[in-house]
């Protein structure tokens, strides 16, 4: 048996050899498919890879309240395509904020209300600038750090914290907007803090803070603004406490809210998963459109064989002449088919993550790494060879040898 793998591997190479430049462009093929499939899979990776990291950075004692529809999962799917803000029907409220940072074993608890607001300062306007509703406890929820000045605080409740990007937008400063006034929802509010540049856009609170004005949830709210809390960050008061916790905060929860318990509560690794699972859906929807190209490459494959196999009727002819069977010739060409598909999802492999290096200079998505990437890669490479090379095989173990033998190119 080792015999006959070693010549099928020795003619399937002689074979590839001969042909190069039609042998190259088959796995080129096949490369490009993989590669688009690493490079998503690889950016999908990082992405979560990374909100996972900003959970573990702030320590294991965290958790968090979303909103979250019970539906099955194809309808979740829709929702989280279709919805411009999945947020926009969220059922938590600043009171439930209030009354889960008196519950026992809560250190501090944070709202996330998240909204679109015109911003004015000087001679300059924002019409849809990030405002973000919250209290002084974030900071010591999430450990912002902050460039210059202070968080919020209950002194002065029309006090703002800005970030890097949206201070540098409003006030024509990345570095010296502390002291500095704007306004919003016609009142004025004061800059007492400015935010650090974050070194990843991408968060577990889905709030991109670089380009955020924060301000006092409950000042917000009594100057008329409705924005909604998409989210609450909880922060406990040991990691022990975290499972009960997290029960006290449901059982709390589903009391005050009977008829309406569309809500979550997460903690440790269910944290890094973003809300609705949007990046789950994109990775899927983005995998489904690169598996195009990998069709394209199978039917490549198949045309190759297709053609080897007619150069070659009269030494198939030969070879069941002397007594090879008809599934020695199938495993000879299927083992060209394999060669061919291994060899371009190998190319597609150290493409797909070379463009993902690439990415990586100019966005903070560092490419991600995983053995399961490996083995879909191997297994998908297998599987096209397989699969797109069946045909030409099978076409070839049915040729007749007498009729072969007549056949002459």
């Known amino acids: 048996m080792a015999l006959l793998v070693r010549t099928h591997y020795a003619l399937a190479k002689e074979s590839i050899r001969r042909n190069r430049t039609r042998s190259f462009l088959t796995c080129l093929g096949i490369g490009i498919g993989v590669a688009s499939i690493i490079l998503i899979l690889s950016l999908m990776g990082s992405i979560n890879n990374m909100i996972t990291l900003q959970v573990k950075a702030m320590g ?49 608890s944070a709202p996330i209300a998240a909204g679109v607001a015109t911003l004015s300062a000087e001679d300059r306007t924002i019409s849809s600038a990030s405002v973000i509703g919250t209290s002084m406890d974030l900071n010591r929820v999430q450990n912002l750090q902050l460039l210059n000045g202070t968080f919020l605080s209950q002194k002065v409740q029309n006090a703002a914290v800005v970030g890097k990007t949206l201070s540098l937008e409003l006030f024509g ?74 029960d006290e905060m449901k059982d709390f929860l589903k009391a005050e809210k009977v008829g309406d318990e569309n809500f979550e509560v997460l903690y440790g690794d269910a944290i890094s998963h973003p809300a609705g699972g949007l990046f789950t ?39 069941k002449a002397v007594g090879a069977s008809s599934f020695n010739i199938l495993l ?63 076409k070839a173990a049915r040729k007749n040898p007498i009729e072969s033998l007549r056949y002459y190119r």
């Open 60 to 108: 294991a004692d965290l958790v968090v309240v979303r909103p979250a529809k019970h539906t099955d999962a194809v309808e979740s799917v829709v929702d989280g395509l279709t919805s411009a803000n999945q947020y926009l029907t969220s059922n938590l409220t600043l009171e439930d904020a209030r009354a889960i940072a008196g519950l026992s074993n809560v250190e501090a």
């Open 332 to 394: 000879q060409f299927m083992f060209e088919a394999l060669i061919l598909s291994l060899a371009g999802g190998m190319l597609g492999f150290i493409l797909g993550y070379a463009f993902a290096f690439l990415v990586s200079v100019f966005t903070p998505f560092a490419p991600y790494i995983d053995w399961g990437i490996v083995i879909v890669t191997l297994s998908t490479s297998v599987a096209i060879g397989v699969v797109f090379g069946m045909y030409p095989a099978v």
């Open 173 to 246: 400063t990345a570095d010296e907007a502390v002291g500095k006034t704007f306004t919003l929802m016609d009142q004025k509010f004061i800059v007492v803090g400015m935010l650090e540049e974050m070194e990843d856009p991408i968060n577990f609170s889905n709030v991109d803070f670089d380009s955020s004005m924060l301000v006092d949830a409950e000042y917000l709210a009594k100057i008329g603004g409705t924005f909604q809390v998409q989210q609450i960050n909880v922060k406990a008061a040991n990691t022990g406490v975290l499972a009960s916790l997290s």
């Open 281 to 319: 859906i994109v990775s899927g929807m983005l995998t489904v459109v690169a598996s195009v190209s990998l069709i394209v490459g199978g039917i490549g494959v198949m045309n190759i064989l297709l053609v080897s196999v007619a150069e070659r009727t009269r030494e198939i002819g030969i070879r």
